[in-house]
């Protein structure tokens, strides 16, 4: 806490006060960027979270779209990762792609792949920014909610106040009617 | 009177009039009357007609004529929270119950054989048309809660008819000097006191329970009426926001299904004297209920020299925190972790709002001036 708080006569009230004040400055300087993303990560971990993901694949969906997204271009198909063998590889498959071709026809499967993986990288795009917003509404959602509390204990302070006021004129006894003699 | 009593009975204003009669039976002759229904939901007749002794007190029991009808009750509790006539708040009071119509014959008929009638909680239908039946002898201990229901026109004459009124704290008088002109009415605010233990065994609780570490208490029912469910939410969130290794510790019946957490611990019913030692073992406890007409587990923890942190938005929890300056409060989540971060931290303000509410309670809620309280007003009413 920024704030200390005196032992020796403790007083609720002004402990209460030096928190609400401190609250108060919180929300005025608001959140920055940087703090609104924090807290996003932590919604976006409890969706996460929720469906037991594989805690791998949480740390590589956080480090590069790369690392966890397929890349598919033209010759995807047809590569090899095995080095030179790979490459050799790589060489015979182009050139029996003709004779492929006869039998079957990748094009409409290759497309629907590279489009798969751009809508993939938009979808991560999208839910990121989503949880942001999501935060920043809910920040001020609760803020909104607390203004409402405050404006609500001091409409009930008033009423009741009112009524209090109301009652004392109503209740307020009536002065003693003196006799004819003035006892 | 009260609408249930029974020593397995616990909290509640049924606990408070147990304890208040077995005390004022070492001043006086007292009976209790009351219905044979255990449970405040259904009102089942449980125990036998008739009369039995419970710590040396006589217990006259009634039958309840007919059990609430939880269905039937809430249509009737919509209908009231609208536009509605004064014969339907007469039917939402015998819907409430405990429909007991030989409960109240008996205080029409024998009435007068009492010198007082201490009448317990308003709201119930036992109560409304008992005291209407003998209201030159009744004393009103109403424990109203700021729920709205003392808002409904039959309670407005109904505050007026007793001798005197006991209330449970200042916020509760002066919300009922709201809706009745009860201003001169003889009456004070006198509360309840505990039956305090010898002494204090945190480190045996710990060792028995098995408990390691720091944590803030609940005692009372886990319920979602007792704000339980905002408190899961609240603590958890404060956890994993401030990075607390703190744990919150569970101690009663559980109506609400409680979080599987490993800093959510429950111990459901303990003896008596667990409870103490475990209160002397917190780091403060915790008090989330928004509807508390006097709050003893409250008192208790002062007593135990803890320090409490309670639902601001209870007036009459704030109202006590405020008066003993014992313990913070919070009206939202903002304030929770605020109050409960300066709590955890601070180890010399724990100390001093313990000792704060050991005083206040010291002041106001010993069994010596409860009952010195109860016996003044009742003889200046003789």
């Not at chain 1, 050139?95 to 809508?119: E, G, H, T, V, Y």
């Not at chain 2, 008992?130 to 026109?153: F, I, K, S």
């Not at chain 2, 994993?240 to 459901?268: D, F, M, R, Y």
């Not at chain 2, 180890?347 to 704060?356: F, K, Y």
Request: glycine share 8%; charged share 30%; net charge negative.
């Amino acid at each position: 806490m920024s704030f200390e708080i005196k032992t020796e006569g403790v007083d609720v009230q002004a402990i209460m006060g030096a928190i609400r004040k401190r609250i108060e400055e919180k929300r005025q300087g608001l959140y920055s960027d940087a703090e609104i993303r924090e807290i996003a990560e932590k919604s976006l971990d409890a969706v996460l979270d929720a469906h037991e993901f594989n805690p791998d694949f949480v740390k590589d969906f956080r480090a590069q779209p790369s690392r966890w997204n397929f890349s598919f271009h033209e010759q995807t198909l047809y590569e090899s990762s095995r080095g030179a063998v790979g490459r050799a590889l790589h060489g015979l498959r182009r050139l029996l792609q003709p004779i492929q071709k006869l039998f079957w026809n990748p094009n409409p499967m290759i497309s629907a792949l590279s489009r798969q993986s751009d809508l993939n990288a938009y979808y991560a795009h999208l839910l990121t920014n989503l949880a942001v917003e999501l935060t920043k509404l809910n920040l001020e959602l609760q803020e909104l909610k607390n203004r409402q509390l405050a404006l609500q204990g001091r409409v009930e302070f008033d009423s009741r106040r009112e009524r209090t006021l109301e009652q004392m004129v109503v209740f307020r006894e009536e002065p003693e009617k003196k006799g004819p003699d003035g006892a | 009177m009260v609408q249930r009593y029974g020593l397995d009975i616990a909290g509640g204003a049924e606990y408070h009039c147990r304890i208040v009669a077995e005390h004022l039976a070492r001043h006086a002759e007292v009976e209790v009357l009351t219905t044979c229904a255990s449970d405040y939901v259904s009102w089942e007749n449980h125990y036998p007609e008739g009369v039995e002794v419970l710590n040396g007190i006589p217990v006259r029991r009634f039958p309840v004529a007919r059990e609430r009808d939880l269905r039937r009750f809430a249509q009737w509790s919509r209908r009231v929270a609208g536009p509605h006539s004064d014969a339907d708040e007469e039917r939402w009071l015998e819907e409430e119950g405990p429909l007991s119509p030989a409960l109240v014959e008996e205080v029409a008929r024998r009435g007068d054989g009492y010198d007082h009638l201490i009448f317990f909680s308003y709201r119930y239908y036992t109560t409304y048309h008992g005291l209407r039946a003998a209201p030159e002898r009744a004393v009103l201990v109403p424990t109203a809660e700021n729920d709205g229901v003392h808002r409904l026109r039959l309670f407005a004459p109904f505050f007026r008819l007793p001798r005197a009124i006991v209330w449970n704290s200042v916020e509760e008088r002066e919300m009922i000097q709201e809706i009745a002109p009860v201003h001169r009415m003889p009456g004070d605010v006198v509360g309840v006191g505990s039956q305090l233990p010898a002494g204090l065994d945190p480190d045996g609780f710990r060792k028995r329970r098995g408990i390691a570490g720091r944590f803030l208490l609940y005692l009372g029912r886990i319920d979602r009426n007792k704000g339980c469910d905002e408190l899961f939410a609240f603590f958890l969130r404060y956890r994993e926001e401030t990075g607390s290794a703190l744990k919150l510790l569970l101690i009663g019946k559980p109506v609400l299904p409680v979080p599987e957490h490993a800093a959510i611990v429950q111990l459901g019913f303990v003896l008596d004297q667990e409870k103490w030692d475990a209160l002397g073992a917190c780091e403060a406890l915790v008090m989330p209920s928004r509807y508390e007409s006097l709050s003893m587990v409250t008192l208790e923890a002062w007593w135990a020299r803890r320090p409490v942190l309670a639902n601001g938005r209870c007036e009459v929890l704030r109202g006590q925190c405020r008066r003993s300056n014992g313990g913070l409060y919070y009206a939202h989540y903002d304030e929770f972790r605020e109050s409960l971060s300066l709590l955890e931290a601070d180890a010399a303000l724990r100390r001093a709002l313990g000792e704060n509410g050991r005083r206040y309670f010291d002041a106001n809620y010993t069994w010596d001036i409860v009952e010195r309280k109860y016996l003044d007003l009742l003889g200046s009413l003789a």
